[in-house]
């Protein structure tokens, strides 16, 4: 299977309308891949708060419709990384649209676990809820955003779903890139599944972004990894490696669900 990652470099010299359309041409530049990855909030940004609100779409909007026809014209499936969803009943979302190659919506994520703690996307935006895996030829993905990284509980509960292969479009911070290439590799290993993580590059509302998108296989060997800039990250993997590891190194059968809380003795 073949992976496209395209690690945007997402400044305030260019508007959202431009890069949009910039960003389209870019994944129509990659038809023959199987799958092409786009980054968390690549439209504002995602540090940029002030924006989530001016910048929020409706499901459907303008990212949806160009995203839509850049993979039907590609001919490849899409994790069109996440927009600020505007939901007209409730609050925004950070959602994630994936994309089939006939340019059908076949998943969006609402990213469960919001980042800021008290302040901006935290507080601006709802959270998500369920889960998602998609069905691809040859493997499922599950589909996580950016924070959600530290949260095992999450990919245990997709990997419960049937995901084999992770993706995790983020906007992560130069300052915590450490976290980012060790969390990947440790969400990999425990789970034993392909992770594709896409980050950003550039710097928007003064956070300069890792970039250093990476791909990690099922044994956490790390398969590809971008630098700092705006790059495309191609590579090749075997699905077939999720189940032959899970199958010669059998740990995920040994987990036990629903310990039972320490007891005091005193
Ligand atoms: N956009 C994010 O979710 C940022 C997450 C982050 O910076 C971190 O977990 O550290």
């Not at 980054?39 to 708060?49: D, I, K, R, S, V």
């Not at 479009?169 to 969390?183: D, I, S």
């Not at 590059?201 to 705006?230: M, N, R």
Request: hydrophobic content about 45%; glycine content about 10%.
């Amino acid at each position: 299977m073949r992976a496209s990652l395209i690690q945007i470099a997402v400044n305030e010299d260019e508007s959202v309308d431009s890069r949009r359309h910039r960003v389209a041409a870019l994944v129509r530049e990659q038809a023959g891949a199987d799958l092409v990855v786009l980054p968390e909030l690549w439209t504002t940004g995602a540090f940029a708060f002030e924006e989530f609100g001016r910048e929020a779409e409706p499901l459907e909007g303008p990212t949806y419709e160009t995203m839509a026809k850049a993979a039907s014209d590609a001919g490849v499936w899409l994790h069109a990384g996440s927009i600020p969803e505007r939901d007209p009943q409730g609050p925004l979302y950070n959602t994630s649209l994936i994309f089939s190659p006939s340019g059908e919506l076949a998943a969006a994520y609402r990213k469960i676990h919001r980042f800021g703690f008290d302040k901006g996307e935290a507080v601006l935006m709802g959270a998500g809820r369920d889960l998602v895996t998609v069905r691809l030829p040859g493997t499922t993905l599950g589909v996580a955003t950016c924070y959600d990284l530290r949260f095992p509980e999450l990919f245990r509960g997709l990997v419960a779903a049937g995901a084999e292969t992770v993706v995790i479009p983020a906007g992560w911070p130069e300052r915590r890139r450490a976290h980012w290439t060790l969390l990947a590799q440790a969400r990999a290993v425990e789970n034993q599944a392909f992770v594709l993580a896409c980050g950003t590059a550039g710097t928007h509302a003064g956070v300069p972004q890792a970039g250093h998108s990476i791909v990690v296989d099922p044994w956490g060997e790390v398969l590809a990894e971008a630098g700092a800039d705006e790059e495309i990250l191609g590579v090749d993997f075997d699905p077939a490696k999720v189940a032959a590891t899970r199958e010669q190194f059998p740990a995920l059968k040994d987990r036990v669900l629903g310990l039972e809380p320490p007891r005091n003795r005193s």
